[in-house]
Nanobody, 118 residues
Framework: QVQLVESGGGLVQAGGSLRLSCAAS????????GGWYRQAPGKQRELVAT??????NYLDSVKGRFTISRDNVKNTVFLQMNSLKPEDTAVYYC?????????????WGQGTQVTVSS
């Protein structure tokens, strides 16, 4: 069982930056895919970014602004968010998954709130 704890969320003005961290209680090296989801009030949860080996993928609306990375030594997954917009306001969740398929993640964090003011 792996516990994921997110940090780094908060309130920021539009155009600002935040860096989310997701610390795992154990080794993440065996998990092939790390990811970040978000869910805004009244909206469905959406996949924001994934990292698998040297490959990254992003939701179209965050391309060029967000960067996902992972550190297998520190057992942490990161999401650098720049040029934030009010529509980025949501609870952000980190995930880990062993499978490369489109199956649901194996583990989820508890979420961290990101609020972007206009």
């Amino acid at each position: 069982q792996v516990q994921l704890v997110e940090s780094g969320g908060g309130l920021v003005q539009a155009g600002g930056s935040l860096r989310l961290s997701c610390a795992a209680s154990g080794s993440i090296s065996s998990f092939n895919v790390g990811g970040w989801y978000r869910q805004a009030p009244g909206k469905q949860r959406e996949l924001v970014a994934t990292i698998s080996g040297g490959s990254t993928n992003y939701l179209d609306s965050v391309k060029g602004r967000f960067t996902i990375s992972r550190d297998n030594v520190k057992n942490t997954v990161f999401l650098q968010m720049n040029s934030l917009k009010p529509e980025d306001t949501a609870v952000y969740y980190c995930t880990l998954k062993k499978s490369y398929s489109t199956s649901a993640p194996d583990y989820w964090g508890q979420g961290t709130q990101v609020t972007v003011s206009s």
